[in-house]
């Protein structure tokens, strides 16, 4: 996976590739879905969902330029596959699923995996998390129909936010950096994510 998909289509940071390397994607599918973890392409995890293909996962994660010391604020937890390759490169994660069985079976994941820098939240992650902002970074799993502007301020002066925008089936990567408070965006590959639902996504499932 790490040869062909990741370094093979131009992911250049180390320590991205590390962690793909580390992370044991096959846990965060179930059982019946794991000789297809590997594979380049999303998998279902139940209600709907899917775990993003690996290839958009180091990308994503690329794009946000952890150094180490980041606290990152992660919106759509998922299987939580996503929030263990942060976990591994940041200092501290703060993570929000919609919808709570897949916040459960997420935490037990990262639990069992022993990472212990990583919280966890059941809401709408489109207003983010007040109470724990700045976040020097914020990641966006969904496709969202413009950047929320409640995330957006909570993000700190000169972080970065990735965030999928576009319409329900298809979007555009977008990369948002606070600069003195306004946002500096820079685009990057199309993409199809499920909807960012929320009072500042889509309405309705
Ligand atoms: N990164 C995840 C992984 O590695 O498994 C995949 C995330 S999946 C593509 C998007 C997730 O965002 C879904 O689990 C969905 O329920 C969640 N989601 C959608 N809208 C949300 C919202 N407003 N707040 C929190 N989570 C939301």
């Not at 690996?54 to 937890?77: F, R």
Request: aromatic share 8%; with cysteine.
């Amino acid at each position: 996976m790490v040869d062909e998909q990741i370094i093979g289509r131009g992911i250049k940071d180390q320590g991205v590739i590390e962690a793909m390397l580390v992370v044991p994607r096959h846990k965060f599918v179930s059982e019946n879905l794991r000789t297809q973890a590997y594979n380049d392409y999303p998998l279902p995890i139940g209600a709907g969902q899917t775990i993003s293909q690996p290839y958009m996962v180091a990308l994503m994660t690329e794009l946000l330029q952890l150094s180490g010391k980041e606290k990152v604020l992660e919106i759509g937890t998922g299987s939580g596959y996503q929030t263990a390759i942060l976990a591994e490169l940041s200092s501290q994660v703060f993570t929000i699923e919609r919808i709570a069985e897949l916040s459960q079976a997420a935490r037990q994941r990262i639990e069992k995996l022993g990472y212990k820098n990583v919280v966890f939240r059941v809401g709408d992650g489109t207003i983010g998390w007040p109470e724990f902002a700045p976040f020097d970074r914020i990641l966006i799993t969904a496709g969202a129909p413009d950047i929320p502007k409640s995330l957006f301020s909570q993000l700190s002066d000169g972080g970065v936010m990735v965030v999928p925008i576009g319409d329900r089936n298809f979007q555009i990567l977008n990369v948002v950096k606070n600069v003195g408070g306004r946002p500096e965006v820079e685009q990057s590959i199309e993409c199809t994510f499920v909807p960012l639902v929320g009072k500042e996504g889509w309405n309705g499932a």
